[in-house]
């Protein structure tokens, strides 16, 4: 009986090693495989050829790879897994370098744009203010150092923008009121000051220098927020590239790419959704960016599209010059009734004298329109449309990082599913695929993944994109809010942003808490802890 099944099997196999061929590594005809093609291969890759099999051998020592026949010693498996890894790394890299590319030219065409508008309309500021004459001519610097503190704001200097624009024209009402006095006549400090203080109620230069604060303000703080939200979202795709693949993610790796080759399948590409599997799992932290990544680039969005609406950023700064020359021109109109009420307020001059002021002529030459130039229109409606299509085609960049992987390594071709390599053999892959996100590789079949432990430097970013989207959100309001402020808003109170600095020490009316009512209330508890820690004691005591 024995004897006949074992004829049975000799007929059916063929007279080589007992067991089956697969199992044994041979061929129909009882030869082993030649590993040449994967020697071959595996020298190209940059390895030697020590301790590489001649011909195959059976997989029991294997790893990550199935079981069976192969060509790879658990040392190849090693070594082609962490290559996987960093050939997997460096295409993570490669599109983090490209989309930081694209940041960068954003950012650089935007300030470039921006900094041009600066630029020309401080080149105005002679043939718009020269009609002024003395207040002009015998003070620049006072004008050029308001266009040098703007400048430097927009670069990120800590300039209190509100408090810059209040001292220029408290600067230039010292300016002008020197100018219609007198020659003769010497200004104490104490004097200017309370010249200075009748602004508010006087109003020496009319609505020109409200109005125009409002516009350069809200225009400096949204184009200085945009141009930082830019810098920081090319700073989180720099450092989220950098983080490292996992070792549950090398081994899943090394099965996708690899593991073809030591079974004898080179031809064989990945299924696509098999790779789908994998790299959700693997980039599952990135993907968790996605929901602050596309509210970041919603708002710079909205922050771009705010350039244009009226009044424009360009017809902002352009007409900075004109409405200081509008000012100006009010406060002479006006100087008499000014100074006679200074007179009232601060008392008369020891020499008083009103100057010679501008003839009416001159004062009716507004050196520039309110309006820019109808070329400036144009080109900022370009520079907003550019930038808005750029921003929309990397907003869904985290969930789409691991296609456009999978696009480079595995088998796209619906024809081919059936052929393709499924991590066990060359078969159509059945499992479905997984969600983006940590939470949704909780039964991915490809990574092991502990949805419970997030990475810390993923998250940290993940906070940096929140805070800058609450400081363009608050930018499109005129409000500069500092990053340590946005910070209040992370922490879940759901109270919003705390502007002022002191939210979190004040109560709603302003009434202080009722300290004895708070005594009164924690002495109770405090009684009932001190009895309950006391009791365990007594009872020990007693038993003793």
């Known amino acids: 009986m024995f004897l006949s099944w074992t004829l049975v099997v000799w007929v059916c196999l063929g007279p080589g090693v007992p067991g089956s061929g697969a199992a044994n590594s041979t061929s129909l005809n009882g030869k082993a495989r030649s590993c040449s093609d994967l020697r071959q291969f595996y020298t190209g890759k940059g390895f030697t050829l020590n301790g590489v099999p001649r011909e195959e051998m059976s997989g029991e020592h294997l790893r990550m790879c199935p079981q069976g026949p192969t060509c790879c010693t658990g040392p190849m498996e090693e070594g082609l897994a962490r290559l996987g890894t960093q050939e997997t790394q460096d295409l993570i890299r ?13 950012y650089r065409s935007f ?36 266009y040098a503190d703007l400048r430097r704001y927009y670069r990120g200097s800590a ?23 007198a020659a003769k006549t010497s200004l104490s ?6 010249v200075a203080k009748q602004r508010d109620v006087l109003r020496p230069f009319g609505e020109a220098p409200r109005d125009m604060k409002a516009k350069v303000t809200r225009a400096f703080v949204t184009a200085r927020s945009f141009a930082q939200g830019l810098s920081v979202a090319g700073e989180v795709v720099k450092k989220v590239s950098q983080v490292s693949l996992s070792p549950e993610c090398e081994r899943a790796l090394m099965k996708l790419v690899y593991c073809p080759h030591c079974r ?33 680039i919603d708002t710079l969005l909205q922050v771009a599209s705010s350039f244009s609406t009226e009044p424009s950023v360009d017809v902002v700064l352009s007409s900075i010059p004109a409405r ?76 789409q990082l691991p296609a456009a992987l999978c696009s480079k390594l595995a088998s796209s071709s619906s024809s081919s599913q059936d052929k393709c390599w499924n991590g066990m053999a060359k078969a159509r892959y059945l499992p479905e695929v997984m969600g983006d996100g940590l939470a949704n590789q909780i039964n991915n079949p490809e990574v092991d993944i502990d949805i419970t432990k997030p990475d810390m ?13 609450n400081r ?73």
């Open 189 to 194: 400090e104490e004097y200017l000051e309370c």
């Open 324 to 399: 200081i020359f509008e000012a100006v021109g009010y406060l002479q109109d006006s100087m008499d009734t000014f100074t006679a009420k200074v007179y009232q307020m601060c008392g008369a001059l020891d020499e008083s004298g009103t100057g010679s002021p501008p003839s009416q002529e001159q004062q009716r030459k507004k050196g520039a329109s309110l309006t820019a130039h109808p070329t400036a229109g144009l080109l900022l409606e370009v520079q907003v449309s550019d930038l808005s299509s750029k921003l929309r085609e990397m907003q869904q960049y985290w969930v």
């Open 111 to 146: 300030d470039s744009y921006f900094m041009d508008l600066h630029a020309k309309s401080e080149r105005s500021l002679q043939d718009t203010l020269s009609p002024l004459g003395a207040v002009y001519s015998q003070n620049v610097r006072l004008y050029t150092d308001l």
């Open 457 to 469: 430097t993923i998250r940290q970013q993940i906070m940096q994109l929140k805070m800058m989207s």
């Open 472 to 544: 363009l959100k608050n930018a499109l309001d005129g409000n500069d809010v500092d990053f340590q402020d946005a910070s209040d808003d992370i922490s879940g109170s759901g109270s919003g942003m705390c502007q002022t600095g002191h939210c979190a020490r004040s109560r709603p009316g302003g009434y202080p808490p009722d300290n004895n009512r708070v005594r009164a209330g924690a002495e109770p508890q405090g009684r009932l802890c001190r009895i309950l820690i006391l009791f365990p004691l007594a009872v020990l005591l007693l038993l003793r």
């Open 94 to 106: 490669e599109a983090g370098r490209s989309l930081q590319a694209a940041l960068n030219a954003l």
């Open 159 to 181: 300039l209190n923008l509100d408090e810059t624009v209040s001292e220029f024209w408290f600067r230039l009402l010292e300016v002008a009121f020197k100018n219609a006095a």
């Open 264 to 296: 004898g399948l080179p031809s064989a590409k990945p299924c696509l959704n098999y790779c789908s599997n994998v790299m959700k799992g693997c980039l599952a932290n990135q993907a968790d960016l996605d929901a602050e990544w596309q509210n970041l």
